[in-house]
């Protein structure tokens, strides 16, 4: 088995000696020292253009071989000779042995890409669908009709979430241990740094997971732990919130043109701080509890507002520039979320006040806890209203998009779930707090159409893979746009 190397282009490590030859039909490509042609180019790549049949014509001064076309051995080297092989130094008759034309060249470069170059593609979108996993489970245990295993089917999603979380973290691992260069790319690109946050998201929701379902099956000793790992994510979201923010802000300069409703996903990670807090307090003592639920207005605040600054850019970004194209329109679902977690964590916090509450509180610890559940109750009306107004808003951006290719899988898709598993969340909060069987008959209905939309997603992600709509160059999250322009591996090409 014989092996050709081709280095992908890059400006930045290209010579400025190097001169590109051109070929009968005047276009080439300089790869560090080789001069191929723009046909044999990956249909990712710069330059690339569509083969023709005079593609496969015998070059001037190249002896043919049996199948008239061009092989790697036939590649110009710098000094505008053509060697047997550039790169193995190859006998001129091994040619006639490999009998490669380009269309096979190009086919094997588009079809049989290693494994590790595929793992190269495994973006922080991935994440997402920890996200989703863990938000139905979230769904399931705040479900107010209960049945005998309604427990156990949210346990199951709990536990595969906890799976999948670890299979994220061991091939994002593998990506930026095979191919360093991608760790700092991941930071620097304008759409899959946005994403980078979806992983301290999936933590805090495998947290709020395990205080919903924990208590029930462990000791005192998991609280213990949970309270200690609840402060870990209260410093991680900050971390990733602000440095994602400042990342941004430092790096780039933005218009509203390109403005995306994803633009608030590196706020998520302080959203689920609220939530988690309402759940948790409830298990703890009154100091301990009263300091979550500190901490976690607090944090739920500063998401929110943060969310609430941006929602007027994306207003005034679809006043202007109509709406998204159809590759990004899943990505408007983002905007349900701040509304939906934050109903649900202040309705949950305060709910939980009057035990959580120091004695003498604002003088009268009982009136207090009252004024706070009332002003959340009312209060979250609102919210929840405007949840309900991006929701249908984002379905009815997707009418144009019914029908066979009119979208092409990409893993923002699971925006499809997790932001709609907090318009459920909260929808039952809603329910509760007014006491209201027809609201959470709504939310039980809405749990229904949620479940089977994370089957079709899951669904639809495996079929990405098998046609390489994802982990596949120039088709995921961190593919060349806007300028920017990701370094290029090293591609060994079995021929």
């Known amino acids: 088995m014989k092996h050709v190397i081709i280095v992908d282009p890059h400006p930045a490590t290209g010579h400025p000696s190097e001169k590109p030859r051109q070929n009968p039909q005047g276009e080439t490509a300089v790869y560090r020292g080789m001069h191929i042609p723009m046909h044999m180019l990956s249909s990712g790549q710069d330059g690339y253009r569509t083969p023709v049949s005079e593609d496969s014509k015998v070059q001037p001064g190249v002896p043919p071989s049996p199948s008239s076309a061009q092989t790697p051995s036939e ?47 495994y973006t922080w979108t991935f994440f997402t669908m920890t996200m989703a996993t863990g938000g139905i489970a979230n769904v399931l245990y705040t479900v107010p009709f209960k049945f005998p295993g309604l427990e156990a089917i949210g346990v199951i999603f709990f536990l595969l979430n906890i799976v999948l979380f670890i299979l994220n973290v061991v091939m994002i691992s593998l990506r930026f241990y095979d191919h360093p260069e991608t760790f700092k790319a991941s930071f620097l690109h304008p759409t899959e740094r946005l994403f980078i946050p979806a992983a301290v998201v999936s933590f805090g929701t495998i947290l709020l997971n395990i205080s919903q379902y924990g208590p029930s099956h462990a000791g005192h000793w998991l609280n213990d732990a949970v309270v200690v790992l609840f402060w870990v994510d209260v410093a991680l979201a900050l971390i990733a919130s602000m440095g994602v923010y400042l990342i941004m802000w430092s790096t780039e300069s933005f218009t509203i043109e390109s403005m995306t409703p994803i633009w608030i996903f590196p706020a998520y990670p302080l959203l689920i701080i609220g939530p988690h807090a309402s759940v948790l307090s409830q298990t703890l003592e009154q100091k301990r509890a009263f300091d979550i639920i500190v901490g976690g207005f607090t944090l739920q605040g500063i998401g929110f507002m943060v969310s609430l600054m941006i929602y007027s850019a994306f207003i005034y970004r679809l006043m202007t520039q109509k709406l998204p194209q159809e590759s990004t329109r899943p990505g408007m679902f983002v905007s349900v979320g701040p509304c939906g977690f934050t109903v649900a964590a202040i309705i949950g916090m305060a709910e939980g006040a009057q035990q959580a509450l120091p004695p003498n509180f604002m003088g009268n610890t009982q009136m207090s806890a009252m004024m706070l559940k009332v002003i959340s109750g009312w209060t979250s009306l609102w919210i929840w209203g405007l949840a309900f107004w991006f929701f249908f808003i984002s379905v009815g951006a997707h009418w144009s998009c019914v029908g066979p290719h009119k979208m092409v899988f990409t893993m923002t898709w699971y925006s499809y779930v997790f932001p709609n598993t ?74």
Not at 82 to 107: E, F, G, I, K, Y
Not at 108 to 119: A, F, G, M, P, Q
Not at 423 to 435: E, R, Y
Not at 448 to 461: D, E, K, R, Y
């Open 75 to 121: 590649v110009a080297t710098p000094s505008g000779h053509c060697t047997p092989n550039s790169v193995h130094q190859r006998q001129p008759h091994t040619r006639r042995h490999l009998n490669l034309s380009n269309s096979s060249l190009a086919h094997s470069i588009l079809d049989k890409l290693h494994w590790r170059e595929r793992v190269r593609h």
């Open 422 to 495: 907090a318009l459920v969340t909260s929808t039952f909060a809603i329910g509760k707090a007014f006491d209201s069987r027809a609201i959470q008959i709504i939310g039980c209905v809405m749990t229904a159409i949620l479940i089977p939309t994370w089957f079709f997603v899951v669904g639809m992600m495996v079929r990405a893979v098998i046609l390489k709509q994802i982990l596949w160059p120039q088709k995921g999250e961190d593919k060349d746009e806007g300028g920017f322009k990701a370094p290029r591996p090293i591609r060994r090409i079995s021929v």
